[in-house]
């Protein structure tokens, strides 16, 4: 069943463009991710949207998502409220309009 996941960011201010770079030049090698998108969603806030094939490959992908993270993770501002800097949410489709 098709699944996604959904990462909320906050980039630091000046950083957008190293934000941007490095999802561009990411080789992720996901196994199963169908499409993904990096959404600007506001003044230095994004959302990277992927569309999986299952939930299981999402689950597989944490490791190398963890990874890709990581290489950006100083761009990032700490969004607040104990969240870290990342609001990360997944799960099965439900629901889809053509």
Do not use: Y
Request: hydrophobic fraction near 40%; glycine fraction near 12%.
């Amino acid at each position: 069943m098709t699944a996604f996941n959904i990462v909320r960011f906050r980039v630091k201010p000046g950083r957008e463009q190293d934000f941007i770079d490095a999802h561009r030049k990411s080789d992720t090698g996901f196994g199963g991710i169908r499409k993904a998108s990096l959404v600007k969603t506001g003044e230095r806030s994004f959302c990277f949207i992927g569309e999986w094939d299952n939930f299981e490959d999402i689950a597989g992908a944490r490791p190398k998502m963890i990874a890709l993270l990581d290489s950006f993770r100083d761009t990032l501002e700490d969004l607040g409220n104990g969240l870290g800097v990342t609001d990360p949410v997944s799960g099965e489709v439900v629901f889809s309009m053509p």
